[in-house]
C-alpha cells in the first residue's frame, strides 16, 4: 500500500478517537517512520513546453526569478513532501504537506549553516514536520519554526512562491522549467482534497470559524499581522489593494487563465494604487505614475518607473484549518455578500 494512503488511514483512525485525545493536535505526534516519505535530494526538471504528464488543475508551487522559473507539482509532491534544491544560487526548501494543503518555501540557510532537509513521519497541528539531516532538530512546516533540538529558537526564512494550476502557469511563464514526474500514479490524497469532511483532528474542532475548514486561502504575515485571503474572492475580485500589518499590498488576478500574484504597493516610500492595463502581456498600471508593471515578474516596463520591480510578497497556499491553526487570530479577506 502507498505510504501516503497509510498516513491517511493513520490520521483517519486519530481523527475518530479525537474526542479522548484532544490535546494531541498540540503534540509532536509520530505518524510513520522517519524518511518513510522521502524526500527529493536531486531534482530532475524539464521545459514546460515539452512537458506532456501534467493535469490543466495541478497546484503548482512555483520560484520566480530574474534568471531562472521552475515549478513544482504538488501531485508530485503528495509522495515525496520536500525537494531540497537551489534557485537563482540561493538553497531552498520547497516544502508540502498534503493534509493540510499548505505549499511553503524556505532557504535552506540556517545560522551561517546550509540544511538538508527530511520528512520526519511527525505531524504537529496536523501539520508536516520536518528534519535537517546536519543537526537532527525539528521543525514546523507552516512557520518555520524549530520545535525540537539543537537549533531551537531558530526560525527558517519564507522564500516568495506563485502559486498556480499548471494551466495557469504554463500561461504566465511559458519558458520555465518543471520538476520532472516520477512514475505514473493516482494520488492518494484526490479523494482526500476533494471531501470537505475529511479533516485532521484540529480541523474536526473548528465548529465556528470563520471560513469552511478546506476552504482554500493565501495567508500573508508582516509584523505580527496575519491576513488569510479567501482564494476564490480574490479572483473575483480581480485586484485586492490593503494593508497587512502596516505594509500596504496588492492581490492580482487579472485573468481567468492566471495565477494570483501578491506584491508591495510601495515603492520608493510612495504606495501605489493599480488598474489593469491594456498591454500585449498581462500588466498592471498605477494610478499615481502611469506606469505599467509585469505581472509575471513585477517589473515596470513603461512609465516614469520603468526598472524598478515590485517586491514579491511570501504569500502561503493553504487550507483555512491548515492556517488557523497556526494563526488563529488571523483576519480573513473575502467579498462583501
Known amino acids: 500500500m502507498r505510504i501516503?494512503?497509510?498516513c491517511l488511514m493513520f490520521v483517519a483512525s486519530i481523527c475518530a478517537a479525537a474526542g479522548a485525545a484532544i490535546a494531541q493536535s498540540e503534540q509532536i505526534v509520530q505518524v510513520l517512520p522517519r524518511d518513510a516519505i522521502p524526500a527529493i535530494d536531486r531534482p530532475a526538471f524539464e521545459p514546460v513546453a515539452k512537458a506532456r504528464a501534467f493535469d490543466a488543475n495541478e497546484l503548482m508551487i512555483g520560484l520566480v526569478g530574474p534568471s531562472e522559473r521552475r515549478a513544482y507539482s504538488t501531485w508530485q509532491l503528495d509522495r515525496h513532501e520536500i525537494v531540497n534544491d537551489t534557485f537563482e544560487g540561493r538553497p531552498v526548501a520547497v516544502t508540502w504537506c498534503p493534509l493540510c494543503g499548505t505549499a511553503i518555501v524556505y532557504a535552506r540557510t540556517v545560522a551561517g549553516r546550509t540544511l538538508t532537509f527530511g520528512v520526519s513521519g511527525m505531524?504537529?497541528?496536523d501539520a508536516l514536520v520536518m528534519y535537517d539531516r546536519e543537526t537532527g532538530t525539528l521543525w514546523s512546516h507552516v512557520d518555520g519554526r524549530a520545535l525540537k533540538g539543537s537549533l531551537l529558537g531558530e526560525t527558517l526564512?519564507?522564500?516568495?512562491a506563485v502559486h498556480a494550476t499548471w494551466k495557469e502557469w504554463k500561461a504566465l511563464y511559458p519558458k520555465s522549467v518543471v520538476l520532472k514526474k516520477?512514475?505514473?500514479y493516482r494520488s492518494s490524497y484526490e479523494d482526500y482534497n476533494r471531501d470537505p469532511s475529511r479533516l485532521g483532528i484540529f480541523g474536526r474542532r473548528m465548529n465556528r470559524s470563520a471560513l469552511p475548514p478546506k476552504e482554500r486561502i493565501l495567508g500573508i504575515r508582516f509584523t505580527g499581522a496575519a491576513t488569510a485571503f479567501v482564494v476564490k474572492d480574490v479572483r473575483r475580485a480581480a485586484i485586492v489593494e490593503t494593508d497587512v500589518g502596516n505594509?500596504?499590498?496588492i492581490l492580482a488576478a487579472i485573468?481567468?487563465?492566471l495565477p494570483v500574484v501578491a506584491f508591495e504597493r510601495r515603492v520608493q516610500g510612495r504606495t501605489l494604487t493599480f488598474t489593469r492595463a491594456d498591454s500585449p502581456e498581462p500588466a498592471l498600471e498605477d494610478a499615481e505614475t502611469h506606469t505599467r508593471w509585469r505581472v509575471s515578474d513585477g517589473e515596470a516596463i513603461d512609465g516614469p518607473l520603468q526598472g524598478h520591480r515590485l517586491t514579491r510578497v511570501v504569500a502561503h497556499s493553504a487550507f483555512w484549518f491548515g492556517w488557523y491553526g497556526f494563526f488563529p487570530d488571523s483576519a480573513v479577506w473575502r467579498l462583501s455578500r
Open 4 to 6: 501516503t494512503a497509510l
Open 123 to 125: 505531524l504537529y497541528r
Open 157 to 160: 526564512q519564507p522564500v516568495p
Open 182 to 184: 516520477n512514475g505514473g
Open 247 to 249: 505594509v500596504p499590498i
Open 255 to 257: 485573468g481567468t487563465d
